[in-house]
């Protein structure tokens, strides 16, 4: 009812759980911070200029956004954003930290399974006035790397 992909889409994310990298895939095995039977967290292949760690969860299941996402996958994806959160504080020494989902093309969302964005944030870090950018696959590993040793 609430569904925006495409006829025959390729999900991205489905194929990041599954391991498998190909042309529709932006991130890569090494982007990934944790896994688990019902939930993965990854380092963005896009991040803010000053808000670097932008880490993505999502359910390994396909769920186009919330209003197909059973609530015990809502629990679980946010049990590890919390996880995120006390890790970010830890390896980034930030000032806060937020959580974004998108649903919907109004909603402004882009990737058709649902995912929960965790970013680190700072006093005066310009967060809503600046834009995202693509991040390097080797850089991406560097923050990945941080944030698995602290979990």
């Given at each position: 009812?609430?569904?925006?992909?495409?006829?025959?889409?390729?999900?991205?994310?489905?194929?990041?759980?599954?391991?498998?990298?190909?042309?529709?895939?932006?991130s890569v095995q090494s982007d990934?911070?944790?896994?688990?039977?019902?939930?993965?967290?990854?380092?963005?292949?896009?991040?803010?200029?000053?808000?670097?760690?932008?880490?993505?969860?999502?359910?390994?299941?396909?769920?186009?956004?919330?209003?197909?996402?059973?609530?015990?996958?809502?629990?679980?994806?946010?049990?590890?954003?919390?996880?995120?959160?006390?890790?970010?504080?830890?390896?980034?020494?930030?000032?806060?930290?937020s959580t974004r989902q998108h649903?919907?093309?109004?909603?402004?969302?882009?990737?058709?399974?649902?995912?929960?964005?965790?970013?680190?944030?700072?006093?005066?870090?310009?967060?809503?006035?600046?834009?995202?950018?693509?991040?390097?696959?080797?850089?991406?590993?560097?923050?990945?790397?941080?944030?698995?040793k602290h979990f």
């Amino acid at each position: 009812m609430y569904n925006h992909a495409p006829e025959n889409y390729t999900c991205p994310f489905c194929l990041l759980i599954a391991g498998i990298e190909n042309e529709h895939v932006y991130s890569v095995q090494s982007d990934v911070v944790y896994h688990d039977n019902s939930v993965t967290a990854f380092i963005s292949s896009h991040q803010w200029q000053n808000n670097h760690g932008n880490t993505i969860v999502v359910p390994n299941e396909h769920f186009e956004n919330i209003y197909d996402l059973p609530l015990n996958y809502a629990q679980d994806i946010h049990r590890v954003a919390q996880m995120l959160a006390f890790t970010m504080k830890a390896v980034y020494s930030c000032d806060g930290v937020s959580t974004r989902q998108h649903n919907e093309p109004a909603g402004n969302q882009d990737v058709w399974h649902y995912h929960l964005h965790v970013t680190p944030r700072y006093k005066d870090d310009n967060y809503y006035a600046s834009q995202r950018e693509p991040m390097s696959v080797s850089e991406r590993a560097i923050h990945a790397e941080k944030i698995r040793k602290h979990f």
